[in-house]
């Protein structure tokens, strides 16, 4: 599985982007997708998972701002990003889980102890 990322950029705060992850090879593995970011100096972050059957959750820190979305026709993953602040400043990174474990609070396999797949990242970086 290869994942290709897009849309980064350098945006005001308040600005939006919209960022892109193009899926190809054996995408009948995946079955969560989900994007992680990962500002200087700081650990890995899980942004937002979602599952084959649209099941998602969000940081606390993007609720409200961001949205997932995947278009399993077109093999793309979204990221749709409103109001970004300038700790939204970050490299964010799509990836793929084939192996995810059930949620009692989503009534799906949406959780994810690792993910298998990743794409090369894509910088966004916020100004205040």
């Known amino acids: 599985v290869q994942l290709v990322e897009s849309g980064g950029g350098l945006v005001q705060a308040g600005g939006s982007l919209r960022l892109s992850c193009a899926a190809s090879?054996?995408?009948?593995?995946?079955?969560?997708m989900g994007w992680y970011r990962q500002a200087p100096g700081k650990e890995r972050q899980l942004v937002a998972p979602i599952s084959s059957g649209g099941s998602t959750y969000y940081t606390d820190s993007v609720k409200g701002r961001f949205t997932i979305s995947r278009d399993n026709a077109k093999n793309t993953l979204y990221l749709q990003m409103n109001n970004l602040k300038p700790e939204d400043t970050a490299m964010y990174y799509c990836a793929a889980c084939s192996s995810p474990k059930w949620s009692d609070e989503f009534s799906d396999y949406v959780v994810c102890d690792a993910y298998d797949y990743w794409g090369q990242g894509t910088q966004v970086t916020v100004s205040s």
């Open positions: 090879g054996s995408i009948f593995s995946i079955n969560v």
